[in-house]
C-alpha cells in the first residue's frame, strides 16, 4: 500500500500537477462514502491559481483526516481557482468550515463551505474579485443580469461588521451566461476598482466531471 508522502514524490511539476498514479489519484464517481458522502466535502473558492492540489491537502489537514483533494482546472491545466475536499468525517468537514473560512492564504481570502452539489447547475456559477466595497447583492444582479436571467447574486461580507469583502457570487439560469458575463466583464472598470469574473464551480457534467491534479487517501 502505498502512503500519501510516496504518492506526492511522483508529482512533477512538469506535468501541471497530474500524478503518475491516476487511478489512485484522480476519480468521478460523485464523492460519495460510507462515512457521510457529501456531509463530508467541503468546497473551497478563491483559491490563488498557482497554489496546488497537495498545498490545499496540506491545509486541510489541519483540520482533519483527509480522504480525497481536488483542485479543479480547465481543460488546458490551469486552475480554476476553487477545490473539493473530502474528509473522513462529517465533522471535520465542519470544522474546515469553522477554522478556514476567510483564512488568508497567499494574500487571498478563501472561503469554505458545504459542498452543495445539487441546489446549482453545472457550469452556471461565477465568482466576482475585487468588487467596490460600495456594491451590494442589488447592484451586482443588476449588472450581471446583462447576459442573462440572475437566480441568485450574493457579496460576501465580514459576519461581525457586516462590511463588504469585496467578492460575490452570481449564479445564472442558463450555464452559457457563464461565459458571456466573463467576457463583459471580466477585466472592466466597476467605480474604480477592476473586477475579475471567472467560474466558481466548473462542472461541465453531472457528477464529478472536473479536472485537476489529486490526492485520493487509501
Not at 30 to 39: I, Q
Not at 74 to 83: A, L, M, N, Q
Not at 95 to 101: M, P
Not at 175 to 203: C, H, L, M, Y
Request: proline residues 4%; hydrophobic residues 30%.
Amino acid at each position: 500500500m502505498m502512503s500519501a508522502d510516496m504518492q506526492e514524490s511522483r508529482i512533477s511539476d512538469a506535468n501541471n500537477g497530474d500524478v503518475a498514479d491516476d487511478a489512485a489519484m484522480a476519480r468521478s464517481d460523485g464523492g460519495t462514502d460510507s462515512s457521510g458522502g457529501k456531509m463530508c466535502r467541503v468546497y473551497v473558492g478563491n483559491l490563488p491559481y498557482s497554489f496546488r492540489w497537495w498545498e490545499l491537502k496540506d491545509l486541510a489537514r489541519e483540520v482533519g483526516d483527509v480522504v480525497h483533494v481536488q483542485v479543479l482546472q480547465y481543460p488546458e491545466g490551469k486552475s480554476k481557482g476553487c477545490g473539493i475536499i473530502e474528509f473522513r468525517t462529517a465533522e471535520d468537514a465542519r470544522k474546515a468550515i469553522e477554522q478556514l473560512h476567510d483564512r488568508e492564504v497567499q494574500g487571498r481570502p478563501i472561503f469554505v463551505r458545504e459542498d452543495r452539489e445539487e441546489p446549482t447547475k453545472p457550469g452556471a456559477q461565477v465568482f466576482v474579485q475585487n468588487l467596490p466595497f460600495s456594491v451590494r447583492w442589488q447592484d451586482l444582479k443588476d449588472r450581471f443580469r446583462e447576459v442573462g436571467k440572475v437566480l441568485k447574486a450574493d457579496v460576501l461580507t465580514y459576519p461581525d461588521t457586516g462590511r463588504s469583502k469585496g467578492v460575490g457570487i452570481v449564479l445564472f439560469e442558463d450555464p452559457e451566461n457563464v461565459q458571456a458575463a466573463i467576457s463583459k466583464f471580466n477585466g472592466t472598470d466597476w467605480n474604480g476598482r477592476r473586477i475579475e469574473v471567472r467560474e466558481d464551480r466548473g462542472r461541465s457534467s453531472p457528477g464529478r466531471g472536473f479536472g485537476g491534479g489529486g490526492y485520493r487517501g487509501r
